[in-house]
């Protein structure tokens, strides 16, 4: 079964700074991975996908994360923070094993921004 | 597009009560999952459905049953609520491709 590790909880990053959420997967096919964020009070959002083709994948919000096959990983990366990007993110991936077509997901990053 | 809908959206429940929760989705999806949320464990998988009128176990089914006996609604029963229940439930569909999975608001349960 797939799953997937995200490392620190909690992140801090000063505004300006350079924003990194580490994700790590395991999976037994070759898998879909997926960020997603959660302001406050919402549901998830998908922030960007990657299914095939080219391994670095621009998303919304100036986000983007790389599919590094031999790392089995997918950072998440932004240049520059904004207040705006407080929220908590998560990872997922899926594969599409016979009987298997579900979605899992990382434990989150909340992400504090600070002025 | 109204997408993923789920009613209701707060509930507070005492000890043994049941309710259902309700998930709608209007883009004709194949698959629909129930999730919870708690703090520092992510969302996890309850039940979730392949299409109309199937069901399977996600990794914390106990407690909880589901329906799908139409394709666009996917329902989440507790028989008998327990405090453990008190969660975030959100209920998410996505296409055969996974090209994305849509979520709903999510529905605050507490149980007293």
């Known amino acids: 079964a797939q799953s997937v590790t995200q490392l620190g909880s909690h992140v801090s990053v000063s505004e300006g700074a350079l924003v990194l959420l580490r994700c790590n997967y395991s999976s037994s096919v070759p898998p879909y991975l997926f960020w997603y964020v959660q302001y406050p009070n919402q549901g998830l959002q998908l922030l960007l996908k990657y299914t095939t083709g080219a391994t670095l994948v621009k998303g919304i919000n100036g986000f983007e994360a790389e599919f590094k096959k031999s790392e089995t990983s997918f950072h998440l990366t932004k240049p520059s923070a904004h207040m705006s990007d407080a929220a908590e993110y998560f990872c997922a991936v899926s594969d599409f094993s016979r009987g298997n077509n579900r979605l899992a997901f990382g434990k989150g990053n909340q992400v504090v921004v600070i002025p | 597009n109204a997408g993923v809908t789920q009613t209701p959206k707060f509930r507070v429940l005492k000890t043994g009560q049941s309710m259902t929760l309700l998930c709608a989705q209007d883009?004709?999806?194949?698959?629909m999952y129930w999730y919870r949320q708690d703090p520092g464990m992510g969302l996890r998988l309850i039940h979730y459905s392949v299409g109309e009128g199937t069901t399977a176990k996600g990794e914390v089914p106990d407690g909880y049953n589901v329906s799908r006996l139409k394709k666009q609604n996917f329902l989440l029963g507790l028989e008998s609520a327990a405090p453990s229940q008190t969660s975030v439930y959100f209920c998410a569909s996505c296409g055969v491709f996974y090209t994305e999975a849509f979520f709903g608001q999510g529905t605050r349960l507490t149980v007293v």
């Open positions: 883009m004709n999806h194949e698959y």
